[in-house]
Nanobody, 126 residues
Framework: QVQLVESGGGLVQAGGSLRLSCEAL????????RSWFRQAPGKEREFVAG????????YYRESVKGRFTISTDNAKNTLYLQMDSLRPEDTAVYYC???????????????????WGQGTQVTVSS
């Protein structure tokens, strides 16, 4: 069983930056996939960014490319999301997710992840 503990959300003005963290407590496979999703009010949960621990390949949704950076500190078993040039449309609850056996084609599909963080609110004011 894996527990994911998130931190780092908050309120920021448009153009500002935030960094989210997600510590994994419990066994994590070296081939695990770790990702960030977000959900705005009245909308479905959507993929933001993901990283495959085996090889370090990263993946982003189109609207955050060049602004967000996903990374890991394997020694701390922690996932990060550095968010720069934030926009009001980035406002949402952000969730980290982990799966120890995810295939690449399922990377962007929330239903395929076994473990989730509690969510952290990110609000970007205009």
């Amino acid at each position: 069983q894996v527990q994911l503990v998130e931190s780092g959300g908050g309120l920021v003005q448009a153009g500002g930056s935030l960094r989210l963290s997600c510590e994994a407590l419990g066994p994590t496979s070296r081939s695990a996939t770790r990702s960030w999703f977000r959900q705005a009010p009245g909308k479905e949960r959507e993929f933001v960014a993901g990283i495959r621990l085996n090889g370090g390949h990263t993946y982003y949704r189109e609207s955050v490319k060049g602004r967000f950076t996903i990374s890991t500190d394997n020694a701390k078993n922690t996932l990060y999301l550095q968010m720069d040039s934030l926009r009001p449309e980035d406002t949402a609850v952000y969730y980290c997710a982990l799966d120890n056996r995810l295939i690449l084609s399922s990377l962007r599909v929330a239903e395929h992840y076994d473990y989730w963080g509690q969510g952290t609110q990110v609000t970007v004011s205009s």
